[in-house]
């Protein structure tokens, strides 16, 4: 099995940044990707972005590009989500995924999630 613990959540104002770590134990075989996702309140969770561990290659979702980065520290085991220019519509719970693929199915590892605050 493996283990997902984020941290990096807080309230921030419109145009601030945050950086969120994914830290990632036991099992780490079955990771070869891991992703972010949110849930904003009364929402369904939604995609942020996926990184493929193994070569680093990335996808974002639309509403995030050019604004959010993930990246990684392999020695760590640590996936990171760096926030930028964040705007109220980004306030959600945030989660760490993680799995042998990125397709949604088998992403079946996740953490507690973060909550992301951003206030006008």
């Known amino acids: 099995q493996v283990q997902l613990v984020e941290s990096g959540g807080g309230s921030v104002q419109a145009g601030g940044s945050l950086r969120l770590s994914c830290a990632a134990s036991?099992?780490?075989?079955?990771?070869?990707?891991m992703g972010w996702f949110r849930q904003p309140p009364g929402k369904a969770r939604e995609r942020v972005g996926t990184i493929y561990r193994a070569g680093g290659f990335t996808n974002y979702a639309d509403s995030v590009k050019g604004r959010f980065t993930i990246s990684q520290d392999n020695a760590k085991n640590t996936v990171y989500l760096q926030m930028n220019s964040l705007e109220p519509e980004d306030t959600a719970m945030y989660y760490c995924a993680a799995g042998p693929t990125c397709l949604r199915s088998d992403l079946r590892a996740w953490g507690q999630g973060t909550q992301v605050t951003v206030s006008s």
């Open positions: 036991g099992n780490t075989y079955s990771t070869n990707c």
